[in-house]
Every structure is written in C-alpha cells, then in structure tokens.
C-alpha cells in the first residue's frame, strides 16, 4: 500500500500544543528545550484537572473539602486537587523556581538550589470553583515571568512582584463543551482544543483577534449600586445604544469563560469596585494580569479603571483589582467618559 502525500498533508495535519510552542520558543535565545518542557508541566496538569472535571458528578469530588464521604476517604475539593496537580506538575521542571497560587498564602519555592531555575509561574488553579457543582464552566489561568537579571533564588518579591508587561507567557483552559487551551508568548494569541479520543491539544484557533467591537457587556450587575457612578454611567450608555447598537448582556461567573466569549465575540468584560471591595475582587498576578496580555495580544485593551493593567506595579501575590476587558471601541469609550 503506497501512502497519498497529499491527502496526509491536507486533511491529517495536526499540529498540537507541544509542535507550537517548539517553534515559539525559538523567540527565546538559549532556552533550549526548557520553555517548551516548562509549558508540558501546565499541559499536562490542565489535562488532569479537565478529566477530574468531566468525572466531577460521578466522583467523590463535589462538596467541601475535609468532608467524609460514604466509603470514609477524605473528600478533597477539585480546587485543592487542581492546585495539587499544577504544584506537582510544575515542581519537578528545574527551570522553575518559585510558584504560587491563589490556593497558597505563600510563595512555594522549588528551585532545589539549582542555577537553571529562571522562571516564575503564577497560577489561579481553578477559576470560578463555585460553579463547578451546577456544571457551568470553570478554567485555569496561568502567568510566566522571569527571574529578574541579579535576583537571588530566594528572592521571590522580586520573581514575582513584576508588572504584568514583564510577563513572558500567559494563558488559561476553559473546561468548558469543550477544553480549550489559549496561550501566548507574545506573539500573537493561539487557541488549542483538547482532543479527548487522543489526548492531545490541537491547534483549533490559530492568531486569535478580539473583534473591534462586540454585542455584549458583562458584568454582575447585582452590585450596581454599589459601583463607582461612573461605571453604571457607561454601563447605561452601552445599553441606549450610544456604540451604534443597544448592548445585550452575558455574565458567566467564571472570569476565564466570561472572558473567553470576549476574546471571541468581542465586547467588555467589567469587574469594578464595589463598596464591599474597594479593590475589586479580581487578583491581579494570576488573573487579571494574564487576560491583559491575552486582550493586547489580541488586539483588545485592559484597564483597571484608569490604568493598563499591564503597567501596574504590584505590591503583593494576593492583590486584587478592578478590571475592564475587552475590545478596542468598548474600552476607548471607557477611557473617554469613565476613567478618570
Ligand atoms: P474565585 O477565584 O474564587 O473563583 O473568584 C473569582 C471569580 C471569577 O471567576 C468571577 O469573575 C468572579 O469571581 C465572580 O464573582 P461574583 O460572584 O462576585 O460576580
Ligand atoms: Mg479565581
């Protein structure tokens, strides 16, 4: 039997994650190889928490965490198993020196004492964990920075305590009708679809553009009351009609998911301060920062209500703050009657 060439070449070209991110880290002079083997410790932890994820209903998953379940086992909360599994993954890359999580008040240190340790990965492990026991979508999100030039291993502030332009890669995966992996190392965005029959993320969304504009805006407009005036202000002005169209809403929830509409539909994605949260809700490091640099990779923008998030200094791991996402015209309206 004689294989058609071109039949292989056209219809079975698959190119996964780990093809994609051999070619991009040729970006990175002298990385040689670690970069791509940093990133297979998030691929293949990402696909552990998804099969966690899809089992959640029919496991013993659900519930708090320290509960006992039927058989006696201790159950453990799928955010404690996906920061477990992210922990484990990342630890054993000795390009990795520092980690930390929302799950852990403090830094985790794994580099071993080794010199090759020149990373820092920062990672939310499941965003939107309240609503994984009604089966809504929920995701990881992850940020890469590096170990700053004369920075001792040790010296986490200074690992992690960068302004979001100085990240070298972020992304998340939505566990949603799909698992969906959507990275950068800045150069443009790329989507990659979890092929559960081989297990494999494959290029699905190539160059990823948020459009200029979009049709919604989201928000958990319960606290309108509470938001700073001009928020409600530009929330009225998205609904009149004043962008050309009167906008429709859509609030998920989960910032990975309410994001990832935005980057495929365009519109703004808003989680403002409230009175309750002066600082907003959103975590800067591990959740803001990596949809910034997604949004500008994309072609959209992201404020904290003045700034771009990505300037931001930031003066502690756990630090919250306000966030506007999303595409060019929503956020240049922003910027003309709400950021001040
Ligand atoms: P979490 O990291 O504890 O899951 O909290 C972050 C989540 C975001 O995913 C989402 O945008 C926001 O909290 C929803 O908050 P609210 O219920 O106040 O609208
Ligand atoms: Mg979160």
Redesign the pocket.
């Known amino acids: 039997m004689t294989l058609d060439a071109d039949v292989f070449r056209t219809e079975h070209r698959l190119i996964t994650v780990q093809q994609h991110i051999l070619q991009e880290q040729k970006r990175f002079p002298g990385a040689s190889g670690e970069f791509s083997w940093l990133l297979s410790g998030i691929t293949l932890a990402t696909k552990m928490i998804q099969a966690k994820v899809r089992r959640a209903g029919l496991s013993d998953i659900l519930g708090t965490h320290g509960e006992t379940n039927v058989q006696g086992e201790v159950q453990q909360k799928l955010d404690v198993y996906a920061n477990e599994v992210l922990a484990h993954c990342l630890s054993v890359r000795e390009s990795i020196g520092v980690l930390a999580s ?1 799950e852990n008040e403090q830094p985790i240190m794994v580099h071993n004492n080794s010199p090759a340790a020149n990373y820092a990965v920062v990672f ?1 492990p ?5 609503n994984i026991d009604v089966n809504v979508s929920v995701g990881t999100t992850f940020s890469i920075l590096r170990r700053p030039e004369g920075a001792s291993l040790d010296d986490h502030e200074s690992w992690l305590l960068q302004p979001g332009r100085k990240q070298i890669a972020a992304g998340y995966v939505v566990y949603g009708s799909s698992t969906i992996l959507v990275y950068s190392v800045g150069n443009g965005v790329h989507g990659f679809t979890l092929d559960p029959a081989v297990g494999a993320y494959v290029l699905s969304h190539p160059n990823m553009r948020m459009p200029e504009q979009g049709k919604y805006y989201s928000v ?1 407009e319960a ?1 309108r009351d509470t938001f700073p005036p001009r928020y409600g202000e530009y929330i009225d002005r998205l609904r009149h009609g004043a962008l050309g169209h009167r906008y429709a809403s859509r ?1 998920i ?4 998911a ?1 994001f990832h509409r935005t980057l495929l539909k365009g519109g703004v994605f808003l ?1 403002p301060p409230t009175t309750d949260r002066p600082e907003g ?3 800067l490091l591990y ?1 803001a920062n990596p949809v910034a640099f997604l949004a500008e990779q994309a072609g959209g923008k992201a404020l904290d209500g003045t700034r771009c998030v990505l300037d931001v200094q930031p003066s502690s791991i756990h630090q919250r703050t306000p966030l506007v996402v999303g595409s060019r015209v929503e956020l240049a309206e922003f910027e003309r009657i709400a950021a001040v």
């Open positions: 929302e939310d499941l965003d939107g964990s309240s958990n606290y609030y929830g989960s910032m990975v309410d989680y809700k959103l975590r959740e």
